[in-house]
């Protein structure tokens, strides 16, 4: 049993604020930037801004440059890192506190809905969105519509897209084409996520306002052309995209049309 003398664990000091709790809530959900954050919270920008460097320090959240804007950055919710701050806070009360890691299949919400048709979205649609598209597909065994598209879509897949889901999970998608977003707009999506900085900005509407999410995730193409650099920076994407992807499982399983 923990001693009534333990200090308070880190992740109750620093979600227990009643901002940092709203900010955290709304970074479960997408990435944002700090105006908008501040717009969607109703407090000033700068108080905002102390707040989330407060959880940046404590490992709760990061913040990636944007590609739209340089001056501008993301801030994401590790929710890995809030997995673990849970489990060591249910731990230091009691030892069957402990939570279970995120669900890397369906859980059983999922299986028993309608199927939840998810659109994501980039400019290039050789990448970041089609790896999206056939995780998800993969993580859910079909039960979920998955689908990508892009602004400006690229003649063909990039190559390292292809063989990073092959090398990692035997996923062959050699015979996928990128698509342009219009050849889409008139279908039902529930959810409509944004891979990149550049294609949220200028995301089309879709019918019955499917819920939108952006996750900042950098091109890995413009890691370099050469295996030695790029590669790497597609096994890193893959794994951003597959630890977001876990999370959503769990909020496609509580969808209900």
């Known amino acids: 049993m923990a001693s009534s003398s333990q200090a308070t664990p880190a992740f109750v000091r620093l979600a227990a604020h009643p901002l940092r709790w709203r900010l955290l809530t709304e970074l479960a959900d997408s990435d944002y930037r700090v105006r908008?954050?501040?717009?969607?919270?109703?407090?000033?920008?700068?108080?905002?801004?102390?707040?989330?460097?407060?959880?940046?320090?404590?490992?709760?959240v990061t913040a990636t440059r944007s590609s739209f804007d340089g001056r501008d950055s993301y801030y994401h919710l590790d929710l890995d890192r809030c997995t673990d701050a849970l489990a060591e806070t249910g731990a230091a009360l009691h030892p069957a506190l402990r939570r279970a890691p995120a669900p890397r299949r369906s859980p059983a919400g999922l299986q028993r809905s309608p199927r939840v048709g998810v659109l994501f979205v980039c400019t290039g649609n050789s990448a970041r969105s089609p790896i999206a598209e056939a995780l998800l597909r993969h993580r859910t065994g079909g039960r979920a519509l998955s689908v990508s598209a892009g602004s400006h879509p690229k003649s063909r897949l990039h190559p390292n897209a292809v063989r990073v889901l092959h090398d990692q999970l035997g996923i062959d998608i050699t015979g996928q084409r990128p698509r342009h977003w219009d050849t889409v707009t008139?279908?039902?999506?529930?959810?409509?996520?944004?891979?990149?900085?550049?294609?949220?900005?200028?995301?089309?509407?879709?019918?019955?306002?499917?819920?939108?999410?952006?996750?900042?995730?950098?091109?890995?193409?413009?890691?370099?052309?050469?295996?030695?650099?790029?590669?790497?920076?597609?096994?890193?994407?893959?794994?951003?995209?597959?630890?977001?992807?876990?999370?959503?499982?769990?909020?496609?399983?509580?969808?209900?049309?």
């Open 36 to 60: 908008e954050l501040a717009t969607r919270v109703g407090e000033p920008q700068n108080l905002v801004s102390y707040h989330l460097r407060l959880l940046r320090d404590g490992g709760l």
């Open 186 to 257: 008139g279908r039902r999506f529930d959810y409509v996520i944004s891979l990149c900085d550049k294609a949220r900005e200028v995301c089309p509407d879709f019918p019955d306002h499917p819920r939108r999410a952006h996750w900042s995730i950098p091109d890995p193409a413009a890691a370099g052309d050469t295996d030695q650099a790029g590669y790497p920076a597609f096994q890193r994407t893959a794994a951003d995209i597959d630890t977001r992807i876990r999370h959503l499982l769990s909020v496609l399983g509580t969808h209900r049309p």
